[in-house]
């Protein structure tokens, strides 16, 4: 196995927890205003939330669907409080959220299936 993976896999509760910490923060503090590209919203949402569910996936702890979903529910959660913190829900970002989570879960699935195999050299 790798070391940035071997790391993720061996410290995947910190990981997670950090990136939930991060992304929650990030959700509801309002932010300065930032240059709007088209679709760089969505990408990012989708890329924070891939990076949150991979080490829950790539681990695969019994419960890890449970915890997929809570993070599906703490989005969508995120999302409905938004506007009461200066900022916009969205019902696309809860989807580009989801699309993270099930990205993640993938990207995991498939390192795990083909790239994380010990060499036996």
């Given at each position: 196995m790798?070391?940035?993976?071997?790391l993720v896999y061996n410290y995947w509760i910190l990981l997670t927890v950090v990136f939930l910490c991060i992304i929650t923060s990030l959700s509801l503090f309002p932010l300065?205003?930032?240059?709007?590209i088209p679709g760089t919203?969505?990408?990012?949402?989708?890329?924070?939330?891939?990076?949150?569910?991979?080490?829950?996936?790539?681990?695969?702890p019994s419960y890890w669907w449970l915890i997929g979903l809570f993070f599906v529910l703490?989005?969508?959660?995120?999302?409905?409080?938004q506007p009461y913190v200066n900022?916009?829900?969205?019902?696309?970002?809860?989807?580009?959220?989801?699309?993270?989570?099930?990205?993640?879960?993938?990207?995991?699935w498939v390192l795990g299936k083909f790239g994380l195999r010990e060499s036996k050299s």
């Open positions: 790798q070391l940035p993976l071997r300065p205003e930032v240059p709007n919203d969505k990408t990012n949402h989708l890329i924070a939330y891939s990076a949150l569910m991979f080490p829950v996936a790539l681990r695969r703490w989005s969508g959660g995120i999302e409905l409080l900022r916009t829900g969205e019902w696309l970002d809860f989807a580009a959220n989801t699309a993270g989570i099930l990205s993640g879960t993938l990207i995991a």
